[in-house]
């Protein structure tokens, strides 16, 4: 099993430009999570899914969108990106109990 | 405040030492504890559940206080491959990670 994998892996943006980050999972999770980690702060939730069609929004979801047509797929767009948005990006996916698994994640800049 | 406090560090020891690490949390509804591992540039890794017995897994115990809301981590005999950062979770329900934004330990031989 792969486990949670994503693309790209890294990614250079210009203020305004727009993109779509891909998580896949293959371990038959109902669960999915988009995280950002900055420097000296924990990783926080931006968007979720607690099934196939469905999301909700975490802690930070301004300025990100996300959807979830297959189980195995949890997508996260940005639609007009911006340097606020330079971070290290990171899925996960669990199944009902809360221990998440995390994908390598993707560095994003955006200049 | 921060919901997951934990020190920075670094924590700077050399093999075989033991060592402690505190997390403190403000949400007292809180029902799920985890120590996650991160290596340098790589993704969280879980290293154990904290239960409210406490629990140990080889050089590694656990320990949860829900009166005082802390959590800790104790790590004996250091080896270099200890080294990494270590975040503290916490979870208030399913679905609803709150993550410390880590405490760094170097092991030096």
């Known amino acids: 099993n792969a486990g949670v994998t994503q693309t790209p892996k890294f990614r250079v943006l210009k203020t305004g430009q727009s993109m779509t980050l891909l998580c896949a999972q293959d371990m038959n999770h109902e669960y999915m999570y988009w995280y950002r980690q900055d420097p000296g702060m924990g990783l926080r939730l931006i968007h979720y899914?607690?099934?196939?069609?469905?999301?909700a929004k975490g802690e930070v979801p301004d300025g990100y969108n996300v959807s979830r047509l297959k189980k195995q797929n949890f997508l996260l767009g940005l639609e007009s990106a911006a340097p606020s948005q330079t971070s290290v990006y990171f899925c996960?996916?669990?199944?009902?109990?809360?221990?998440?698994?995390f994908g390598p994640g993707t560095r994003l800049t955006v200049t | 405040r921060k919901e997951v406090e934990q020190d920075p560090g670094p924590f700077n020891v050399p093999e075989g030492a033991t060592v402690a690490f505190n997390c403190t949390y403000s949400n007292s509804a809180s029902q799920s504890f985890f120590w996650y591992r991160q290596d340098c540039r790589k993704e969280p890794k879980l290293l154990m559940s904290?239960?409210?017995s406490g629990n140990e897994d080889g050089r590694f115990t656990a320990q949860l206080n829900r009166a005082s809301q802390y959590i800790s981590l104790l790590i004996r005999d250091s080896k270099l491959s200890d080294s990494a950062t270590y975040l503290c979770v916490v979870s208030p329900h399913n679905n609803d990670m709150r993550f410390g934004a880590g405490t760094r330990l170097t092991v030096k031989p």
């Open positions: 904290v239960y409210s």
């Open positions: 996960a996916s669990s199944r009902t109990s809360p221990e998440q698994y």
């Open positions: 899914s607690v099934g196939e069609g469905t999301t």
